[in-house]
């Protein structure tokens, strides 16, 4: 599975940024997604999850409400829309995908993923 990642950039704090995440190589609806974001000097966080079928996602406290995860089969994508961005959602973003997981469940684990797109760079900062 290859994936594309892009959509980052720099905002203010309260603006809202959507990230883009193509997906090639297998089948999309075989794949459970998510996103992921790294901080400097921080480990890699989960931010969000959907599972194979769009109907379940899952959210850290952190980005509840602020963040929104959903995916378009048709288009083998996967969207992170974030708004309220904070300073503290500066961040490497990475969308991530595993061959497993069953339909109606989000993947929550880090090394339940195997694949992983290069990383889209969010800044927020006034």
């Known amino acids: 599975v290859q994936l594309q990642a892009f959509g980052g950039g720099s905002v203010q704090p309260g603006q809202s940024l959507r990230l883009s995440c193509i997906a090639s190589g297998r089948s999309f609806s075989d794949l459970s997604t998510g996103w992921f974001r790294q901080a400097p000097g921080k480990e890699r966080e989960m931010v969000a999850a959907i599972s194979r079928n769009g109907v379940t996602t899952w959210y850290p406290d952190s980005v509840k409400g602020r963040f929104t995860i959903s995916r378009d089969d048709a288009a083998t994508t996967v969207y992170l829309q974030m708004s309220s961005l904070k300073p503290e959602d500066t961040a490497v973003y990475y969308c991530?995908?595993?061959?497993?997981?069953?339909?109606?469940?989000?993947?929550?684990?880090?090394?339940?993923?195997?694949?992983w797109g290069q990383g889209t760079l969010v800044t927020v900062s006034s």
């Open positions: 991530a995908a595993a061959l497993h997981g069953s339909p109606n469940s989000a993947l929550l684990r880090i090394y339940e993923y195997d694949s």
